[in-house]
């Protein structure tokens, strides 16, 4: 299975990873340059904060091993796929009952800003081999790696 890992040493907090992933999932198109950042619409599904070191640090969903978002939901619509890994939500079953987003543990999972509806997390792009984050980061702080 892949994961999305980072070299904190090397995030130098630009940003792209979150740009790239807003561009992902713009229904407008794919590129940055199409992205209205005014638009409440465009959301990442990834976030930079600073560590204590007060150093940027991407924060990504983990697809945990055993996701405790996955547990914690009771409608079923948070689910993880044997054999990828990947944690995804299903929309139309999502109750918006956000036990998910309380139940992670790195606070990633989050509701969608427009209707407070929908849990936001990293679906790892997968229409792509590689995720728009690692594809978009130009210093190589975030990569994918087979666990």
């Given at each position: ?78 689910t993880k ?30 509701a969608d ?35």
């Amino acid at each position: 299975m892949k994961r999305i890992k980072v070299d904190q040493k090397l995030c130098e907090g630009c940003m792209n990873c979150v740009l790239a992933c807003m561009a992902e999932h713009n229904e407008e198109g794919k590129s940055i340059y199409d992205l209205d950042l005014t638009d409440i619409k465009n959301e990442s599904r990834n976030h930079i904060s600073i560590n204590q070191k007060e150093k940027p640090t991407p924060l990504f969903c983990r697809h945990c091993e055993e996701p405790e978002c996955v547990t914690a939901c009771m409608s079923g619509a948070m689910t993880k796929d044997k054999k990828t890994g990947i944690v995804s939500c299903d929309e139309k079953q999502c109750a918006s009952c956000f036990m998910c987003v309380m139940a992670c543990p790195y606070g990633i999972l989050k509701a969608d800003d427009i209707n407070k509806k929908v849990i936001l997390k990293c679906d790892f792009c997968t229409e792509k081999s590689i995720p728009s984050c690692v594809e978009n980061c130009p210093t190589g702080a975030i990569y994918i790696e087979e666990v």
